[in-house]
DNA sequence: ATAGCCGGGACATTATCCATCCCGTGGCCT
DNA sequence: AGGCCACGGGATGGATAATGTCCCGGCTAT
């Protein structure tokens, strides 16, 4: 712990060191196995410098390299998962997540170290992190409602394969999004109810229906039943999307986007677009989990990393409705940059 | 602790980086203030890399520069004693230690980094840990019975000086030993005791007396009372020489020199020459502790570091009457490779 | 007053690093 | 089964940084 600090002060060189090996190794797992060339393209380095991070890794035993590519030597995994809280340390993100907590008041903030916009193995341990903590949080009897979106359906591959010895609930928290498919609230809730081996209930609902018919179908009895499981929940996990990217995701129409941009929004959590006060500017119409929902709900969970992202996390933080954020380090420090500025021109 | 290994196995280099840094600090320390041409020559390294390392801890605020030289910042004080742990986990002093102990059949082997032969400074940190083991062995109303030698002189100039709130009397081992004033047991004596704030008594005995005089003196009531109080000292502390430095230290006459070549001495301790196997093969006339008064002695220390006298160590060691060996890496490590190399023989 | 050592700067030389290309090979697709 | 593509590894020339060495103005101690 310590000890961290006062290296980083006879020799700062270190973390650099360190931190570029991590990464190597790191993305090298990902997506292994991969060539030299394709690694320098990834991490944008010059391929000399990756080269001669792999050569010491190669020396070192803890990357192999065959015909077929490089991948990471069991030796390897082991280190990398030592060289985690290291990370942590040299970044300081400790005391970055409990900052961001304070301020955004919520129990508690989780940081992993880089930046999702720039290295996309970082989302990958974002949803690792969901995943290990989801997992802690889990009890039999649980009914757990999620959303849609890229980090969550990373978050369902990241869960270990558990054979269902918790009796636990997986639903969509709100209906189908007009998403690509394997993105979908009901995709990712099946998936990750098979990863638990938990039971799931789907709710297949369009969405691009009027009020009425939204409503009409809301009275079904079997429809109804599953909304009320799913306002009943236990633990929301849910994902937390620019509202600019959302709505080109799912294709919204020209004279939506028009208000979106009227009326500022920039952020998206399950089909409710906020501006950045936190409040509801525009909701895709659908069924299932309202916002005022949340307040009944034990432990909500919000997902989302990447400095691109900042903005949108602090407009649907704001709403005060989550207990937990769960992102990475360049969206962090992002919004405790945008905080501190508001602050600045609060008290000016 | 372990962070620092995976770190090692990440990024060996930090190692070399680390300990250069803290040498040049170390040694800046040592003899502030001191110009970069001198600390290279004292180092053995070259100018520029003396000049690298400078410029860096001088940026870092852990080294100043005035017109009269260099010395190191409070900051850097501190950080020098931070580093003291984390050099000691590099070297893997413990395992060191505890091996050291083992194969000697000692109480405890303390071990600092380096070797006294190669930085001079390494001396004073025995120095330093045998006085901060001293000091905290140390009870009221304790006798402790210390040798003279380069060491011990040290030791002296390294203890806190304290007020003397406990009850104690510091003694010499033996009789005046024909050496430099400064390096004699009875000035380290007195020179401890003043730094302890205990009192002390000196024996004053010629060196060079023959057999019959010397035990004629013996007798003497005051000369034996004193005697008796230096045998029942509760705490040794000696140091141990290599045979051939002792003899020319003290201008053993030529005679003699022949009988510890023939005998093949290779250590010395308070008067007594031992050769490889811990035997005694010549003695000098003195008084006071004998080799067979340590046995009642409830705690003997002995000091040494500096790979030349490894062996000279591991002589006078395998006399089995010491409790606590002080030394550093280059003697330990050298010793720990002799011992192997005996074992090797002796089962082949 | 002066001699010696101090830090800092200058500079040519050397070593290292870097981008880029090429080659043999193995797997994959056709 | 054969050709193609991407892989790792090696080689090379040019850029860049490190290095050894010297000198200078200033301060200190004598």
Known sequence: MKQLQVLRKIAPEIGELVERRHTV??????????????LAAKLGWPERM?????DFLRESGLLICDASGMEVSPAGVVILE?????IREFHGLTDL???LAQRLGLKRVLVVPGDSDADETVKKEIARATA???HSELRSGDILAVTGGTTL???????????????????PARGGLGE??????????AAIAQRLGATYRLLHVPDDLGEEAMSTIAMEPKIKELIDLIRSARIVLHGIGTAEEMARRRGLPQEYVEILAREHAVGEAFGYYFNRDGRIVFATSSVGMRLEDLADVELVVAVGGGKSKAEAALAVLSTGHQDIYITDE??????????DKRAGRGTR
Chains 1, 2 share one sequence.
């Open 153 to 171: 359906a990373e978050v369902a591959r990241s869960l270990p394969t558990a054979q269902g010895e918790k009796d636990i609930t997986v639903v």
């Open 132 to 134: 290990e903590f989801l």
């Open 97 to 99: 997540e409990r900052e």
């Open 50 to 54: 990756v080269r001669k991070e792999i």
């Open 330 to 339: 360049g969206a962090a420090r992002e919004m405790l940059q945008r905080l």
């Open 25 to 38: 190794l790191q993305n090298v797992l990902f997506v292994q196995p991969i060539g030299r060339r394709a």
């Open 82 to 86: 030592e060289l985690k809280e290291i």
């Open 180 to 189: 690509n498919v394997e993105l979908q609230a009901n995709t990712v809730a």
